[in-house]
């Protein structure tokens, strides 16, 4: 049984247990995603998404404010009820200035700073991990990632969404929640990578990557740190190059260096 069918049947039995009605699928990469009734959505994470491991605990932590709310949750089976942004449209519908603010308001939410028992991983740790893997492949970009990791000095403890961009930012009722966090404890600068490189099918460019840099340092951001970690998290995203595939991380990438 592949992976696909195998969360879809997992679905089908929390859909039972939950008594949920479950519609037509949404494409989503990884999860198996399908809405639950006309206000809620059943997300199933697959066994060996670790990332995904602490999503529940973010979105109970958010509770709501910058982010969909938790319903509920099996943990053993993976599976979360979460609410429904509605009417859900996300920020690469917008103009840019308007996907902006929005994104800095919904960030400005997020940013928070958890119990000290809080699950999360720490993003030095994290990072490092990930530099490793990707190591191997000999790319020139990865002794400059090593490098400025290394330089890194957290500033603050705060939970970041760990995937932060236009598609996981969804329009809710006037406002705006973010979705498929892969959180992490770190610090806000962490999460703008992602933001450089979105939406999906655009080319970043230098005047474009410059103006959004400035736009959130002046939200409170810095602006040298947004770099650094931009420059470590697009080297990790955009590893091992695939051939006849244009890699936006490596383009932010070579653009700040």
């Known amino acids: 049984m592949t992976q696909k069918l195998r969360l879809r049947s997992i ?12 519609g037509h699928p949404f494409h989503a990469t990884h999860s198996y995603v399908a809405p639950a009734g006309s206000r809620a959505v059943l997300k199933i994470v697959p066994p060996d998404d670790e990332e995904s491991d602490h999503e529940a605990a973010a979105l109970a932590f958010w509770n709501g404010d910058g982010a969909v709310r938790l319903l509920r949750q099996d943990a053993t089976r993976k599976a979360l009820l979460l609410e429904r942004a509605l009417p859900g449209d996300d920020l690469s519908q917008l103009s840019e200035a308007e996907a902006l603010a929005a994104a800095i308001e919904t960030g400005l939410r997020l940013w928070r700073e958890p119990a000290s028992n809080a699950p999360f991983q720490n993003v030095l740790g994290l990072s490092s991990h990930w530099l490793d893997v990707v190591a191997p492949t000999e790319h020139e970009f990865v002794r400059y990632a090593q490098r400025t990791l290394e330089g890194i000095k957290l500033t603050r403890r705060t939970l970041v969404h760990g995937d932060f961009h ?3 930012i969804l329009r809710r009722g006037a406002g705006w929640a973010a979705i498929d966090p892969k959180p992490a404890l770190g ?41 650094e970690w931009a420059i470590v998290r697009g080297t990790i995203l955009g590893l091992p190059v695939r051939a006849g595939r244009p890699q936006p991380q490596l383009r932010v990438v070579s653009l700040l260096l």
Do not use: C
Request: overall charge negative.
């Open 11 to 22: 679905a089908r039995a929390v859909a039972v247990d939950w008594a949920l009605e479950l």
């Open 166 to 168: 236009h598609h996981n």
């Open 187 to 227: 610090e806000p600068e962490y999460d703008i990578a992602p933001f450089l490189w979105n939406p999906l099918v655009t080319v970043p460019t230098r005047e474009r990557t410059e103006e959004r840099l400035s736009a959130f340092a002046v939200a409170g951001l810095d602006r040298d740190r947004m770099r």
